[in-house]
């Protein structure tokens, strides 16, 4: 998608800072953090929300989950714990339109989220 800035991330038009990168998804840092670690897991292929989700993107979704598992090992992250969000539409409060799962950890989660 031209106009899609995660697009632009993964192509590397646009700089990020990359922590995670195989042939279907990438890992970067968010501009704006949340918590100490805040990651952002997306897929290469464009996909605009859940909602647009084909039954043959479930391996890909596979994958971010996994990537999120390799990235918080390697943030020092896993065994204290951490979570993981997809927002998906205004009421989830998605603001980038292609799909992108939040990472953060380094800090205790409250719940429910606001
Ligand atoms: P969401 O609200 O779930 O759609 O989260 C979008 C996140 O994307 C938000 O936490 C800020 C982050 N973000 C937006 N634009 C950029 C960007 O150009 N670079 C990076 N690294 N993060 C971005």
Not at 82 to 92: A, D, K, L
Request: charged share 20%; proline share 7%; hydrophobic share 40%.
């Amino acid at each position: 998608m031209d106009d899609c800035i995660f697009c632009k991330i993964a192509s590397g038009d646009i700089p990020a800072d990359i922590v995670y990168q195989d042939e279907q998804v990438v890992g970067f840092r968010d501009l704006n953090p949340q918590a100490p670690t805040h990651v952002l897991v997306i897929p290469k292929k464009h996909i605009a929300t859940l909602n647009d989700l084909l039954p043959e993107d479930e391996e890909i979704v596979g994958r971010m989950v996994g990537a999120a598992r390799e990235i918080a090992m390697r943030e020092g992250i896993a065994d204290a714990g951490y979570r993981t969000v997809f927002n998906c539409n205004e009421q989830g409060g998605q603001t980038v339109f292609h799909i992108h799962l939040h990472l953060l950890g380094g800090r205790p989660m409250t719940w429910p989220p606001g």
